[in-house]
């Protein structure tokens, strides 16, 4: 079984289109994320969520709006997609808050490709 | 803000070598975590270290960390072509919200 598997796995779209990346686990975490990794594989943290509620926000421009319908589930939603906005995105989860202190689990990553 | 550093940015060995990476970050942490990423694949956790400890092994894996020197290093012994990954040491932020990854080390293990 998957832990943490994400839809689509690829996502190629123009800009000023609106789309969601969905991400479920499967391993009965508390906590998910959603990070950025640049063309030259730079990770970056978006968003935290704990137990459905918003943890953190790093400085994600509000186009981007993640949902979290339960404790299992961190979609994100982007709208009017940017150039800049392209890149591979990472849903991942762990066992509670503190990170650092639990290891986190990624999924496979989404492709986003905006022209 | 970015807080740990990997180096070598880059390194490429032969099957059965041992392969070093070093990690470097700003602050103070409660634990330091290493991960690999496959191309085109999602991180997997490899090792965490607490501030406490200095050193840890898991199989092929050896992990040292050095809080008076803020650094960090993964050794991989008898490396594989299979070890051919991306290779990023994590800590958490200040807030404890969220984990800082470096920018990481591709390793290339030719056979």
């Known amino acids: 079984d998957t832990a943490v598997s994400q839809t689509p796995k690829y996502l190629v779209t123009q800009m000023g289109n609106d789309k969601s990346i969905k991400c479920e686990q499967n391993l009965g975490h508390d906590t998910m994320y959603w990070y950025k990794q640049d063309s030259k594989k730079f990770l970056k943290i978006m968003f935290s969520y704990n137990n459905k509620e918003l943890i953190i926000n790093e400085t994600v421009p509000n186009r981007f709006s993640p949902k979290s319908p339960d404790k299992a589930h961190l979609n994100l939603h982007i709208n009017s997609l940017e150039l800049g906005d392209s890149a591979v995105y990472f849903c991942?989860?762990?066992?509670?808050?503190?990170?650092?202190?639990?290891?986190?689990?990624f999924g496979p990553g989404t492709r986003l490709t905006v022209t | 803000s970015q807080q740990g550093e990997e180096d070598p940015q880059a390194l490429s060995i032969q099957e059965g070598e041992n392969a070093t990476m070093n990690c470097s970050y700003k602050t103070s942490i409660n634990n330091l975590q290493w991960y690999r990423q496959n191309s085109g694949r999602g991180l997997v956790h490899l090792i965490l270290?607490?501030?406490?400890?200095r050193e840890k092994h898991s199989g092929r894996l050896r992990v040292t960390l050095d809080t008076s020197k803020k650094s960090s290093s993964l050794l991989i012994t008898a490396s594989r072509a299979a070890d051919t990954a991306s290779y990023f040491c994590a800590t958490g932020n200040q807030a404890g919200t969220a984990l800082i990854f470096g920018k990481g080390t591709t390793l290339s293990v030719s056979s």
């Open positions: 270290i607490r501030s406490n400890e």
């Open positions: 991942a989860s762990s066992q509670d808050q503190g990170a650092g202190m639990y290891e986190q689990y």
